[in-house]
């Protein structure tokens, strides 16, 4: 396959404006370009929800869907629940309506820095989310709206940027740390450095590495 370019992908904001802007000039060309860059993620992060056991009949949310990669790596792994997508890009979830019309239950447009938009009564077993925390600035509001409505023993799994999370950028470590002291979760994985885009065209953008990174609720 081609090596494809994204527009912008590194001079872009690291903030909700930034993504949305992004992801909507870029999305009839994201899986392509994400694909002929080797991008392993939604795998990873599929894969890490069968390790963890989590129920495949149950409720999901992915967070920052995009254009539905990691929805489609969750369903290729057996999970045949409900699967709910949450992204700020209007264009990507009209690509996903158009493109992938089986893979999500529903889908709703969603700022991560915001109150999500979900039914508050129904308990979820699952979080997902693959290469969208850099974009989130305010880690006390997703992350306590994730353990507001998180069945007991339910999980966070997400990929982040090791410098971002070893460095704890915009207080994303210490806001999940303050939770555990709390007794409102564990840290059940940081996982070792990894591939993010290892064909990526762009040198500083190919060199990135990630984790794949666990919370449970207690």
């Not at 790596?73 to 992204?87: P, V």
């Not at 966070?156 to 002291?181: C, M, P, T």
Request: aromatic share 8%; hydrophobic share 40%.
């Amino acid at each position: 396959m081609a090596i494809v370019e994204a527009p912008a992908l590194g001079q872009t904001a690291k903030t909700a404006e930034g993504a949305a802007e992004l992801y909507d000039a870029w999305a009839k060309d994201y899986d392509d370009a994400l694909k002929s860059w080797g991008y392993p993620v939604p795998e990873r992060v599929a894969a890490t929800l069968v390790e963890l056991k989590v129920s495949t009949t149950g409720v999901l949310i992915d967070l920052g869907c995009g254009t539905g990669m990691s929805g489609e790596a969750i369903r290729a792994k057996g999970f045949t629940g409900s699967l709910t997508g949450l992204d700020i890009s209007k264009v990507s979830l009209e690509q996903i309506k158009l493109n992938k019309p089986n893979i999500y239950t529903n889908l709703e447009v969603a700022n991560l820095d915001l109150p999500l938009p979900l039914n508050k009564t129904t308990p979820i077993d699952a979080f997902v989310s693959c290469g969208v925390f850099s974009y989130v600035e305010n880690f006390e509001v997703l992350f306590g709206e994730i353990i507001s409505r998180l069945r007991t023993n339910g999980y966070l799994i997400f990929s982040h940027h090791v410098a971002y999370w070893d460095d704890d950028r915009r207080g994303n470590r210490s806001v999940a740390e303050k939770l555990i002291a709390s007794g409102q979760w564990t840290l059940e994985r940081v996982g070792e450095p990894e591939d993010y885009m290892p064909l990526n065209p762009e040198p500083l953008e190919s060199a990135k590495r990630i984790r794949i990174i666990v919370l449970k609720k207690l």
